[in-house]
């Protein structure tokens, strides 16, 4: 069976960050979980920090500097998408959003999603539900019933014991697990290939012939 590759956005923005240990506990579960279905799985990290100067100008220019390109290709590409954002003013974070903003918007149709997001309170834990999720849903992507959401004290002593963190990542990414073990593996497009603008098995005569009206 072909290997599928996993998409991790963190949103981050200290280095290091509970965001990013969010995310890598996701990734590393959703890696074991495939690998017990029988699947090999590789994984990209964007970490959006690095890139907030680029996508700030992409949105003023509406052009992608290569490396903003780069990460873009590489989760719109991806088989899933593992997405952990902080939680700022009871929603994502504004840096989450605008990486969002700068993908087409039908990019991810049909992409399985596991949510993750953190705060220093629980009390934001339904941000996952009534922001982050119904953003994905907007996207047509298709976001797995569990979101992962951290509290400050789930990294600490006083952690949740009822429903602990280390639980809730393992559903989620067996979640995520089953939805990539259904899908056919992606297939990444070439952008400089004709057929991927103008259609299969269509030429440049094709695209000529329209615009003269033939």
């Given amino acids: 069976m072909s290997a599928r590759r996993i998409s991790v956005i963190s949103a981050g923005l200290s280095n290091p960050s509970s965001t990013r ?18 699947i090999d799985a590789t994984v990209d990290t964007i970490e959006l920090r690095d ?9 003023l220019t509406g052009f992608a500097p290569a490396a ?10 991806a088989d899933a998408v593992i997405a952990v954002t ?25 992409t399985p999603v596991l949510i993750g997001a953190n705060a220093g309170t629980a009390r934001h834990s339904l941000a996952i539900d009534y922001a982050i999720r119904p953003l994905f849903t907007y996207l047509h992507a298709e976001p797995v019933s569990t979101g992962v959401f ?24 067996r979640e995520l697990a089953d939805a990539v073990a259904r899908r056919e593996p992606a297939t990444a497009s070439d ?15 094709h695209l000529l012939g329209g615009l003269a009206g033939e």
């Fill in 21 to 38: 240990m969010l995310a890598d506990r996701l990734a590393a579960a959703t890696v074991a979980e495939l690998a017990a279905r029988g």
């Fill in 51 to 59: 890139y907030a100067h680029d996508i700030a100008n992409n949105l």
């Fill in 68 to 77: 903003l390109e780069s990460a873009i290709n590489a989760v719109v590409s």
């Fill in 86 to 110: 902080p939680i700022f003013s009871t929603s994502y974070s504004g840096l989450f959003k605008s990486f969002i903003d700068v993908l087409d918007p039908d990019a991810l149709t049909g």
């Fill in 150 to 173: 951290a509290a400050s004290s789930d990294w600490g002593a006083a952690a949740d014991e009822v429903a602990p963190l280390s639980a809730r990542v393992e559903r989620g990414a």
């Fill in 191 to 205: 952008p400089f290939d004709p057929d991927s603008y103008l259609g299969e098995g269509r030429s440049f005569g």
